[in-house]
């Protein structure tokens, strides 16, 4: 079992987050590949072992991490890297207070959160996937093609629901990964803009994994699903609402790899191959030669069907650092929505 130090702050019971570490292991490192290798071709002289660093996250996210492994990528660099999959940002949080990750994978919005509202001193190492004005722009405006999806999140709703926008989802149910979280906080923007009342909306949890059975059994009205599993449920009939980060995220980094001060301290060097890794790993899933190799690794990691894996819409990897103009947004829009009740200092958050 995986034992964290929990803090209070962060509102996440210790019984509730000792039961579902416990149900997660640790993933062994996979042996890098060195057949069909897309790119990380291997230096004459093996770089010096840098030492393991545990990454966690969504299975939906730790794809990119995983097909950076088997490509050999961190052992070029003279990382090993293992992988947790967790239910919940805030666990992945919780995980790094306790020291038992190095690394998790969420979006700026939840890490800033952690730090207003849970004292959390974190840091973002590096970008994984990030979305661009235009493809923002473009996910606000009808239609939205049926079966097709125009960001790697979406809002969808069974193919009978009664359900057809914005406006519909007063005094219903909808399941998302992490309360208070951008996607959350999309919704309520969107129905802000049209006159709507979210006063009776309620936001359940729950694991991307979970959300198709969950929509199917009618325990939700709606979800706010990522790929791979939000084209499962597109192929099994559900339509498509509306994409709630493109009423509030602007252009830049969508989802991060982050960590806290302490562990970065603890672990410069390391850190910053981690960093450098992630960002050939990101020029590589850009190329269309990797789709073929990424998607079998999709499928292997979520366990999603070779069929699921095939219509997913890849996104669009960060290939630069962070900075100050891709998250200087965020503060002001938590303010807004009243999730935090001061804004956040911007200051230390880079990793360099």
Known sequence: MVKLVMN?????????????LS????????????SSRVGCVQPKKPAKDLGTLIVSGANT???????????????????TIKTVNVATSQ????GLIGHSFDLTMTTPTVLMLAMANGNFAGKIVAPRHGYSAAELARAKQEPL???ELLLQTALIVRKDSAITS?????????GLKTLQSQEQAGILLAMRAIGASAAKTQFLTVPDAQMPAALERGDVDAVVSSDPFATQIILAGGRIIGYPTAYYAEPGVTVAYISSQ????????AMRAFAKTTLEINHLLNQPESDASYRKVIAQVTGVSDAVAAKVRLPIMVEKNVTFTDIAYIPNKLKLLGFTRSRVNLAPILFR
């Open 166 to 174: 914005w406006k519909d989802l007063s005094n219903r149910k909808i």
């Open 61 to 79: 996210q730790l794809t990119s991490v995983q097909w950076g492994i088997e490509q050999g990528c961190f052992k070029k660099y003279g990382l």
């Open 91 to 94: 666990i992945g949080i919780a």
């Open 8 to 20: 209070k702050k962060l509102g996440i019971p210790a019984l509730i987050v000792t039961a579902i």
């Open 23 to 34: 149900m997660v292991s640790i993933a062994p490192t996979h042996a890098d590949s060195t």
């Open 145 to 147: 093609y049926p079966g």
């Open 262 to 269: 302490d562990i970065v301290e603890k672990n410069q060097v």
